[in-house]
């Protein structure tokens, strides 16, 4: 378990989320490669079914990184997505595969500490958590069927 | 540096791979990188430059792009929200449609995080496979072109507001201003002298209101262009960019409004001292506020009374005490945050009554002084200079003893408790938000700051993005006269260039619906923000359709429906799926499943 | 290549044997609001140009909600839902993919118990004062309604979470007690309508082995569609004989009524029941649950006007088809139970439940009144209507 590198698919959104990763790289504050970003343009845009295809995919872990409570650019986006994370994860947890895999940080643009101390702790935790049991996509087990 | 390229098949898509001068390359192994990318069917090619972003970057993309190899670029690079506009703008320029550009930030993303330099090119092959897939699925589509009514709204009528109506007015817009009070000028006519001057000797035409604000206010109400409603409010803000019914509530009945822009300049309340009961506001009459005192001060300078105290009418104050920082720099009965003006303005005040009654002790009582402005230090070495008294600490308490006004207060650069007995109590109070403007910012889709002020969008973002809608003065947060008034014409500035052009060119990355999927639920149109989204009836069906002027594409809608019906265009469900899937696939370039092989 | 598998599947299902009389499309409940929807012509277009390509992107194939009232009509009895299967199959292999509800959740779900060693919370609900067992010669079968309840948790009016527990709890009042497995996956039923024969194969192979541990030689279902799965598409896949067979709860229900090992309190209500599909005309099973309904004192069983064979379709099968038009269809037979003046209508399928009370809490085209009778589940109401014993 020591050479796990635990991935994970950040979601972040182009106004809070991608601008703090942005930073972190602008103030060289290292954390794990296993952190993939994808950019999207509201949080309130990631639906349940996007978690669980990365899921599928074979991700360790998913994140979604938006702005603050009360501060989305959009008005209501973060906390759509805050609900459908919380409806998601008993399901994850019935599921066997974890709630624990599926985090919400909610940070502000300049928050650069602050996200990379996220992935960090994310990275870690996913590590006690183990590889997601079904497996990375092409390797072994049942192709999915779309 | 030369160029170095690697073929690969008959793929579409374009990879343009940048060093950022060595950067990304000291992170990157992009030799690698390029190696791997171009035994990627879909790709037509990888190019290695030293700095796309140069004159001669751009150069090189364009000269690329109109071999006509590849139908769509992706640039391996820095952060697209900067430099990667000026990359997309030169393929624009060699013919590509700009929604067919895709950048990977793999400097600040990958090349400046990641120490490890294999662990590092590992991860920004994933990160280009994942693009190269959701590029291959993007569409070349046009931007939406808006109409900009010729017509400003400006809510306020202080001294922001004017200015923003007078600018706008003489640019050859018509502008409606909608003022809550009867009257116009806001807080700043309430004062009667403004720094720095403070002394009318010379002609100074600072914002003083026998100066200068009265003949404003004359202009504007004078100007065929400026309509002012006042002792109105507004009820509703509806519509998009450029186009917005406003409905105000005038004493005459309801009015209704068609304009294109609008300048947000509420200005700010001042603080209610009564919350920080220790002072005795409202308890005692000799304790009053800056504006109070305002109003004292002019008896003697201006209407030819004397400057007395409220409790008997008659005597002279021989001891005045300003207590700065009322409701300022609170966490626990006022607001965190520093009003900005307090100390110049307390400072005036006090050498004023220096001015009038030399045998006044003036003493101000402060935490810091804080003046920002050009000027203020001279200010204040003439303030001590007149006999103005600083003291160091915050006033704890305003009590009566035996018919006297005592100030209770450590006076922290001697270290001693001090009881002192005063004449009159001038509670320097601090900036509110206006009562009231959380509610006209969240119809104007405006957040609030930390301190519940309205945060305008950063200036630097692009026009499309403020959506036609522009903050102004101390709507934004507190300040001076002279920086409202900058504030109104950068603000009438921004707004009348949008009028002028007439259009705006709008992102056509907004929300779609698919009629054949659509049920017509309205679960879309309950959790839209702009009121994009409405459930119509067309063919005997409901469906639901969309605004392109208010859809922000944010998604939300997309994500919500629960029958797929909704998707946004450049943001669809496939190009994620496809990105996502080859951002965790293992194994070989341009994976696919087992139907490719039958 | 691909004109041959089309031609197995024309033999298999006997679709030559249709001579266009068109009765299929009269009783056809997506005929009614769809434009040139007729099961037939499905399959006269196989016949004409027999491509999979072509075949599988006709809107048709993904359109049939599969709910079989052709083929109960079809005087040659050609097995249309069985072609559609078939050629949906085929499709998947060509990766031609329908678009789904909820954007593929469940289907996403239902893959990765399929594809992966999950080691899942299959048995939260039974805990005591239920009582189930490892072994047994009896098998309930959870199934997945209480993932769709927690995906649809801000539903309201539904409640198809607490089926197990009622199954459970019936089954207990009966003097039975159920073995249950931890290791049962979904039964597979949307991946197979959707032509995901792969993922289907490996939940099979999961769902019988862990049965297979149990001992049990009969296999409970609440689900009419875990049901349907278990009886007739399993055997096709599994490996070996299935060492046990499926059997609808109502079944045992109006066995034991019979022999009065189960007490019913005065319920004073009106009811309706819709026939699911899968467990009417695919199962045949329609009177055990009238049955039972009878067995209630005080309850009223009042019909609508198209039961049994003919029962409309709630509109929706394995998340896909669902649109405008189906939404009408839905409004069709909501109408249709209001009619009967019934407090309630019940039924087995947690997703006919889901898909009604969608239709019904949505925006809608009609009166709201006539539409607004709330659907509930036939387990759970059972269980509630049990008399306190002890």
């Not at chain 2, 995080?113 to 662990?119: I, K, L, P, S, Y």
């Not at chain 3, 290549?1 to 679709?15: F, G, L, Y």
Request: with cysteine; hydrophobic share 40%.
């Amino acid at each position: 378990m020591g050479d796990f590198q635990p991935s994970i698919i950040a979601f972040t959104c182009a106004w809070c989320g991608y601008p703090s990763a942005v930073l972190a790289g602008v103030n060289r504050i290292e954390y794990p490669t296993g952190v993939n970003i994808v950019r999207v343009m509201c949080t309130g845009m990631i639906e349940p079914a996007y978690i669980m295809r990365a899921l599928e995919y074979g991700a360790d872990g998913v994140v979604l990184v938006g702005c603050m409570m009360e501060n989305c650019h959009y008005m209501v986006g973060n906390k759509k997505a805050q609900e459908r994370a919380d409806t998601l994860r008993p399901l994850l947890d019935m599921m066997g595969i974890g709630a624990g895999r599926l985090r919400t940080e909610w940070i502000n643009a300049s928050e650069r500490v602050r996200f990379a101390a996220a992935m960090k702790d994310f990275s870690v935790a996913l590590k006690g958590l183990g590889p997601n049991p079904l497996g990375r996509l092409g390797e072994g087990g049942v192709e999915a069927g779309h | 540096m030369a160029e170095e390229e690697m073929t690969g098949g008959k793929g579409r898509v374009g990879v343009y791979l940048c060093t950022c001068r060595g950067d990304v390359s000291k992170h990157i192994d992009l030799d690698r990188l390029a190696a791997e990318l171009s035994a990627d069917p879909a790709v037509a090619f990888v190019k290695i430059d030293s700095e796309l972003c140069a004159p001669s970057g751009q150069g090189a993309l364009q000269k690329t792009h109109r071999e006509g190899r590849a139908d769509r670029a992706l640039v391996g690079a820095c952060t697209p929200n900067i430099q990667g506009l000026i990359m997309r703008a030169a393929l624009e320029g060699a013919g590509l449609n700009k929604y067919l550009y895709e950048q990977v930030n793999l400097r600040e993303l990958c090349a400046w995080v990641h120490a490890d330099r294999e662990a590092a090119t590992d991860k920004a092959v994933r990160l280009m496979r994942a693009a190269i897939a959701r590029s291959l699925l993007l569409e070349a589509l046009e931007d939406i072109e808006l109409d900009v009514v010729p017509e400003a709204l400006v809510i306020g009528g202080g001294v922001a507001g004017m200015q923003a109506a007078l600018e706008i007015a003489s640019r050859g817009f018509a502008a409606h201003i909608v003022e809550r009070t009867g009257a116009l000028g806001g807080r700043a006519y309430k004062l009667s002298v403004t720094f720095p001057t403070h002394n009318c000797g010379i002609c100074c035409m600072q914002y003083c209101r026998e100066c200068v604000l009265t003949p404003k206010i004359e202009d504007v109400m004078q100007n065929p262009r400026i309509t002012v409603h006042l002792n109105s409010e507004i009820e509703t803000i509806e519509g998009g960019f450029g186009d917005r019914n406003v409905v105000i509530r005038t004493p005459g009945g309801k009015k209704e409004l068609r304009v294109g822009t609008i300048i947000l300049a509420s200005g700010s309340d001042v603080f209610d001292a009564s919350r920080i009961p220790e002072y005795g506001f409202g308890v005692h009459q000799d304790v009053v506020t800056t504006m109070d005192l305002e109003r004292m001060l002019e008896q003697e300078r201006v209407i030819g009374g004397r400057f007395v105290r409220p409790s008997d009418g008659k005597t002279t104050p021989m001891t005045v005490n300003f207590i700065q920082c009322v409701g300022s720099r609170d966490r626990v009965k006022g607001n965190l945050h520093c009003s900005l003006v307090c100390c110049t303005y307390a400072i005036g005040q006090a050498r004023e009554i220096k001015k009038l009654h030399p045998k006044t002790e003036v003493y101000v009582h402060y935490i810091d002084l804080r003046g920002p402005y050009r000027g203020f230090e001279e200010f204040y070495e003439q303030a001590k200079a007149e006999g103005v008294m600083f003291v160091r600490g915050r006033v704890a308490e305003v009590r009566e003893k035996k018919g006297r006004l005592y100030v209770l207060f450590e006076d922290t650069d001697l270290g001693r408790l001090i009881d002192m007995p005063s004449d009159l109590v001038v509670l320097a109070v601090g900036q509110e938000p206006a009562r009231d403007s959380d509610r006209i910012a969240k119809m104007l889709h405006l957040q609030l700051d930390q301190d519940k002020f309205i945060k305008d969008l950063n200036p630097n973002f692009p026009p499309e993005y403020r959506r036609g809608v522009f903050v102004a003065g101390c709507a934004e947060g507190p300040k001076g006269i002279r920086y409202s008034i900058d504030d109104a014409k950068t603000a009438a500035a921004a707004a009348a260039d949008l009028m002028v052009a007439g259009k705006i060119r709008k992102t056509r990355a907004i929300a779609v619906v698919d009629e054949t999927r659509c049920r017509g639920c309205g679960k879309c149109e309950d959790v839209c923000e702009y009121h994009a989204a409405k459930v119509v009836v067309k063919n005997g069906r409901q469906v639901s359709v969309r605004d392109p002027a208010r859809c922000e594409g944010c998604g939300v809608c997309a994500a919500q429906c629960c029958n797929r019906a909704i998707s946004i265009k450049h943001n669809t469900r496939p190009q994620m799926e496809a990105l996502m899937k080859a951002m965790m696939a293992k194994g070989g370039a341009g994976a696919r499943g087992k139907g490719e092989e039958a | 290549m691909s004109e041959k598998v089309v031609k197995r599947i024309i033999q298999d299902t006997h679709a030559f044997d249709c001579v266009e009389c068109g009765k299929c499309t009269s009783v056809c409940p997506m005929t009614r609001h769809k434009k040139d929807f007729a099961p037939r012509l499905i399959v006269v277009k196989a016949m004409d140009s027999p491509s999979v390509e072509t075949l599988a992107r006709e809107r048709d194939l993904w359109a049939c909600t599969t709910c079989g009232t052709c083929s109960a009509m079809c005087p040659y009895k050609v097995d249309y839902t069985e072609f559609i299967r078939a050629m949906r199959a085929e499709g998947a292999l060509l990766d031609v993919t329908p678009d789904c509800s909820q954007g593929g959740l469940l289907h996403s779900m239902m893959r990765m118990m399929a594809k992966g060693e999950l080691v899942q919370d299959r048995l939260g609900w039974a805990k005591p004062p239920l009582r189930v067992a490892e072994k047994g010669d009896i098998y309930y079968f959870t199934g997945c309604s209480r993932h769709m309840a927690q995906v649809f948790e801000d539903r309201r009016g539904i409640d198809i979470g607490s089926v197990p527990a009622s199954a459970v709890r019936i089954m207990n009042a009966a003097g039975v007690v159920p073995a249950v497995s931890r290791n049962e996956v979904c039964c597979g039923h949307d991946l197979n309508w959707v032509g995901d024969e792969d993922n289907f194969a490996a939940l099979v192979d999961k769902n019988v082995a862990a049965i297979k541990a149990t001992g049990a030689k009969t296999v409970v279902f609440t689900c009419p569609e875990g049901l349907r799965t278990f009886s007739k598409d399993y055997p096709v896949v599994a490996q070996d004989e299935l060492p046990f067979k499926a059997v609808h709860i109502s079944e045992l229900l109006a066995g034991w009524i019979m022999e009065g090992r189960l007490r019913f309190k005065q319920t004073k209500m009106k009811v309706t029941y819709h026939d699911a599909c899968r467990l009417g005309r695919h199962m045949g099973v329609y009177d055990p649950p009238r049955e039972v309904l009878r067995a209630i004192p005080g309850l009223e069983l009042v019909e609508m006007e198209n039961i049994r064979e003919k029962c409309l379709c709630c509109g929706v099968s394995g998340w896909i088809s669902c649109d405008a038009d189906t939404k009408l269809l839905q409004m069709d037979k909501l109408m249709e139970a209001k009619r009967t003046g019934a407090e309630t209508m019940l039924s087995f399928c947690p997703k006919c439940q889901l898909h009604l009370n969608c239709a019904r809490a949505d925006n809608v085209p009609v009166e709201r009144a006539l539409i607004d009778i709330p659907v509930q589940d036939f387990t759970v109401f059972v269980a509630n209507a049990l008399e306190e014993s002890k």
